[in-house]
């Protein structure tokens, strides 16, 4: 899986690379997430915050290609007997194809591959590096919409899904019980505003 991912993101980035006559905008982005991991037990969404840049390139008044680089704080929030919350924070690269259905407002959907940075758990007063219970590299797929406003500023909301597996694979026996974690893939719907220069 991880041959095609790389494969179709090479395509798309060669093919906007040699189709170079198009308007080319960039700018600063940032906003809400709303994280979750899926499989998780008693999760809820825990709430956090993205911000980076983007660049798209427009091939005419319907089509763009739109690379990004964003640092995600993104994880889970666990209720009942073991209350407390999962941080794990990524840069994220997503390329989304934007297709605008009329006049400023696009749908967008691509290909997005996260690098880990930090991961903790936190309950009551500990915190704790989890970094190594949690895969460094991430693949997932992103959907969504996006709105431009007149003189450069944009709003978009955005549904991340996870691909591959977020966590490691834990196997262990305690008192003749095995104890083995779960697969667990990130979701995370983010809404954010931002700015594109020309």
């Known amino acids: 899986m991880k041959k095609m991912f790389f494969a179709a993101i090479a395509a798309v ?7 170079a006559q198009q308007q080319v905008k960039f700018g600063p982005k940032a906003g809400v997430n709303f994280a979750n ?10 709430t956090g915050f993205h911000v980076g840049a983007v660049a798209e390139i427009k091939f005419n008044d319907k089509f763009s290609v739109q690379p990004e680089v964003v640092y995600s704080a993104q994880g889970v929030k666990h ?10 924070d990524y840069i994220n690269v997503p390329i989304m ?15 997005q591959v996260g690098f880990l940075m930090k991961s903790e758990a936190k309950g ?22 996006a709105y431009d406003l ?13 691909l591959s597996k977020a966590n490691e694979d834990f196997k262990s026996e305690i008192g003749g019980v095995t104890i083995e974690t779960k697969d667990l893939k990130n979701i995370v719907i983010q809404v954010g505003v931002g700015y594109k220069f020309d």
Do not use: C, W
């Open 37 to 46: 991991l899926s499989g998780a037990d008693n999760a809820e969404m825990l």
């Open 13 to 19: 980035g060669f093919g906007a690379v040699g189709m």
């Open 97 to 111: 194809a934007k297709y605008y259905i009329v006049d400023g407002f696009s749908v967008e959907a691509g290909p």
């Open 79 to 88: 209720k009942g007997s073991g209350e407390g919350k999962q941080h794990n």
């Open 150 to 162: 007149p003189m450069g500023f944009f709003v978009n909301a955005r549904y991340n899904l996870g």
């Open 124 to 145: 009551g007063n500990a915190t704790v590096d989890t970094k190594d219970f949690y895969k460094s590299v991430d693949f997932g797929l992103g959907l969504g919409l």
